[in-house]
């Protein structure tokens, strides 16, 4: 009997010790590596969110410049379209920052529909195009017509070789915002830009 009592008060014993909880001790240390964890796992969150905004800026910026590259060059293999031999239509005009086109779209032999008159160029930083007929399309006054092909475009050229009937075009774009972590070498600011160039050959002109 004396050696039950003794065993039901060692079972008692263990078991209000197994039933202790946590000192104020352990807690704070635990509470402490927890903030610590959180800390780490925000800094993560905050570095990759970071990194897909910047990203996705990247991506937007390259489609822009990509897609209004892509409308020019298919327009400018259309100039000097004149299935008629009547209309006259090439090439009108090229400057650093601007061409002027022509094509006979419905070959009627005349160049005064409308769309048959074509100017490419950049205004507040977009690239502009402005279609029309000779009336309201031309090489000086076409700012109140713009149609914007492409946002955050910050340099446009062309370069004109009657030589060879090419016309050379580069197209420079940049970020919407900037990344303080970059620094743009060349232009020691913070936007990230993208620059295409290509050559077109229109297709019905032939060399001077």
Known sequence: ??????????????????????????????????????????????????????????AEMQQNVRAGMDMMIRDIRMAGYDPEGTASAGIVSVSSDKIYI??????????????EHLVYDIYDNKLGRTSGTSSNVNDTGVAP??????????ALAFVHSTANNT??????????????????????????????QTTVVPRNLSPS
């Not at 022509?102 to 769309?115: Q, R, Y």
């Not at 075009?169 to 970059?182: Q, S």
């Open 145 to 154: 017509y713009h149609q914007p092909v492409a946002e955050n475009i910050v």
């Open 102 to 115: 022509t094509m006979d779209l419905n070959g009627d032999g005349a160049l005064d529909d409308s769309g």
């Open 1 to 58: 009997m004396e050696h039950l009592k003794r065993k039901s008060k060692k079972a008692l014993h263990t078991s209000q010790e197994s039933d202790r909880g946590f000192t104020l001790i352990e807690l704070l240390i635990a509470m402490a590596v927890g903030l610590v964890l959180l800390g780490a796992m925000y800094g993560v969150f905050t570095m990759h969110s970071k990194t897909l905004g910047t990203q996705e800026q990247i």
């Open 167 to 196: 016309v050379t075009i580069t197209l420079r774009g940049r970020t919407a915002d900037i990344d303080p972590d970059y620094t743009d070498p060349t232009y020691s600011d913070h936007y990230r830009r993208y620059t295409l």
